[in-house]
Each structure stands twice: as structure tokens, then as C-alpha cells.
């Protein structure tokens, strides 16, 4: 564990590597390439669109498509920003506050060099207006309560799981439930449904606290969220279970639990934005059910996502429970163990 906290702090969080797309509108073609110019040589910016019509900009922030929109006034540019009373309006995704804020003071940064640049400048002109969808306070807090919710019910489950044979083999009960005559699929079944159960209370637990003491919204479809608690459960429960079966001890399967629940902590978005990670980290990630979860949770209680969006972030948490409850039938638990 020790070697695996290094490599993942050493290599993979790297919060320098962050990208931020940014769509661009205006009325002339010409206004949104000269912001596009001088904004193309702010580290980690990365202009997605330009030819945008006025709007556009705001219009792919909100479908995802990128995190800063920038939307241009009529015979608005970097080089000519006095021309027009209107400021020029920014719009921000303020799901990730940390993320895009850092963005967002760079476009300041770039614009505010213009105007002193310029003898000719008497004064600041209109300015820029920032509007932060979504998180409009840019709330830390809501940041990280949507993806509370996973963290809280992984670790729970990944935890039951390990324990669960493991457990039953130092106290001695293993052998008997292996002899009774019911099947490995049974015995898998008779444990994971209870925590399914318990899984799914923990989840709307957290999100009820998040509701009632900090406000956190519930802008989108709240129950296809909840429906998809039951699957991100059983996917961490059964990923335990495969760990049990193969451990020794209960020492041996904490460590493996902790070996699994501490990169997904780091690669998924919770504790550091994920688009600051590098390339193969993020390839990374998207393997775990974690980033999912925390894309669906703040899909549906900050983005206002509907129930159909929502519940596709689960395909892959789904694949997940697939593939480990495939595992966990071609690879049963052995009938004892050696002593």
C-alpha cells in the first residue's frame, strides 16, 4: 500500500495537467478568432468551437460539450473592448468550482492584459460578466456532495464484501455453509441482497443530509438516481466478495479493499478534479464505477439531468457487476483452506 500511495501521488495527480475546453460565439467570425488567438496561449485552455452563433456558446456548456462558453457582443474583440457598452459574458459549467475557477481567472488574466496594454484605454470598458451555472455561489461543498454519495456506499460495500468469506473462514462457520447442499451462486446471492439493501439506505442517507443541512439542489431526476444505488452496490460488494474468496485472513482482505477503493478515491474525480489527470490516469478512472457514479450524481442534482441521461451513466457500473459476478461463479471459494 505504501508503494501504491507513492506511484499514484508521484504520477498520476497532477493537478498542472488540467484542460479546459472552451466554445466561443459571436456575430462575426472574425471577433471569436482573435479571442481564440490570444486565448489558445493560456496554458490549459483549449478552444473546442468558434463558429458559433450568438448563444452557441452558452448552449454547449449546458449539453457538456464545454466547461467555459464565452459569449461575444456585437464588434466585440480582445483588441477593440470599448467598442460596445455590453460586457463580455462568460459562462462557466460550476459543477467543478476548483476546476473551472482556475480557467476562468486566466480568461480575466487575458483580458485585463489587453486594456493596460493599450495607451489608448481610458478606462476598464464593460468588462466581462461571469455566469456560473449550476453553482451560481461556486459552492465547494456542492462539489464534492454529489460524489459523497458513491464514496460513502463503496467503501461500505467493498468493506462488507471483503469480510464476508474471509470472516466466516477464521471463525470457523465456512466449512459448514460450504457443505450444506446449495450452490456457489446461492450462497453469492443470500449475501449480496441484504447489502443491497444497505447500500441503497446509505446512499439516500447521504443525500438526504446533503439536502437538509447544506442545500445541495436535486435540479434533475433524483429517482433514477437512487435506482442506479442498488447496481453501484452490488458491483462493490461482489468486487469484495472475489477479494474474500482468494484471502487468507481478514488482515489480507482489508488490504486488498484498500488496494481497490483508494485509486478509485484518487482517479475518479472526488478528491481531485479529473480532468487534471493525466491521459492514462483518466483511462484509468473511467474503469472504476466511482467516476460514473460521481458523473450521474451531479448530473442529476446539479445539471439538472433527466432520468434517461442519468441512467446512462450506469452502463458501465452495470458491465462492472457483470464481469465480477462472472468472476466470482468461474472462480468459487474453495470448500477449505489450509491451515
Not at 468558434?50 to 466585440?76: D, F, M, N, W, Y
Not at 473592448?81 to 460550476?94: A, F, I, N
Request: aromatic letters at 6%; one cysteine or more; a positive charge.
Amino acid at each position: 500500500m505504501p508503494a501504491l500511495q507513492v506511484l499514484l501521488f508521484g504520477y498520476a495527480i497532477r493537478p498542472g495537467a488540467a484542460v479546459v475546453t472552451v466554445a466561443i460565439a459571436a456575430p462575426a467570425p472574425a471577433n471569436a478568432d482573435d479571442i481564440a488567438r490570444r486565448l489558445r496561449s493560456e496554458p490549459g485552455l483549449v478552444v473546442a468551437s468558434t463558429r458559433l452563433k450568438p448563444g452557441g456558446a452558452a448552449r454547449a456548456v449546458r449539453q457538456g460539450q464545454a466547461l467555459i462558453g464565452i459569449e461575444v457582443p456585437a464588434l466585440r474583440s480582445f483588441a477593440n473592448p470599448l467598442q460596445v457598452q455590453q460586457p463580455l459574458r462568460v459562462v462557466v459549467d460550476g459543477t467543478n468550482a476548483a476546476l473551472t475557477d482556475a480557467a476562468v481567472a486566466r480568461i480575466e488574466a487575458a483580458y485585463w492584459r489587453e486594456i493596460t496594454g493599450r495607451s489608448d484605454m481610458a478606462d476598464s470598458g464593460p468588462g466581462i460578466r461571469i455566469d456560473r451555472l449550476y453553482n451560481a455561489q461556486g459552492r465547494a461543498d456542492w462539489t464534492f456532495l454529489p460524489a459523497l454519495i458513491g464514496v460513502t456506499v463503496m467503501i461500505a460495500m467493498v468493506m462488507l464484501g471483503a469480510l464476508s468469506v474471509a470472516r466466516e473462514r477464521e471463525a470457523g462457520t465456512w466449512e459448514g455453509l460450504a457443505a450444506l447442499p446449495i450452490s456457489v451462486a446461492e450462497i453469492l446471492v443470500g449475501k449480496l441482497l441484504p447489502c443491497l439493501v444497505i447500500g441503497t439506505v446509505q446512499g439516500v442517507l447521504v443525500l438526504t443530509i446533503g439536502r437538509l443541512l447544506f442545500d445541495l439542489p436535486a435540479r434533475g431526476s433524483v429517482v433514477a438516481l437512487v435506482a442506479l444505488l442498488p447496481v453501484f452496490a452490488g458491483a462493490h460488494y461482489v468486487l469484495g466478495y472475489v477479494i474474500s474468496v482468494r484471502a487468507r485472513t481478514q488482515l489480507a482482505a482489508l488490504q486488498g479493499a484498500v488496494a481497490f477503493y483508494l485509486p478509485a478515491m484518487l482517479l475518479s474525480g472526488f478528491l481531485y478534479p479529473f480532468d487534471t489527470l493525466p491521459n492514462w490516469a483518466r483511462m484509468i478512472g473511467n474503469l472504476f464505477p466511482l467516476a460514473h457514479m460521481i458523473r450521474a450524481a451531479r448530473a442529476a442534482l446539479l445539471q439538472g439531468a433527466g432520468a434517461e441521461a442519468v441512467l446512462a451513466h450506469g452502463f458501465p457500473i452495470l458491465a462492472f457487476l457483470v464481469v465480477g459476478i462472472a468472476i466470482a461463479l468461474i472462480a468459487p471459494p474453495p470448500r477449505s483452506i489450509d491451515p
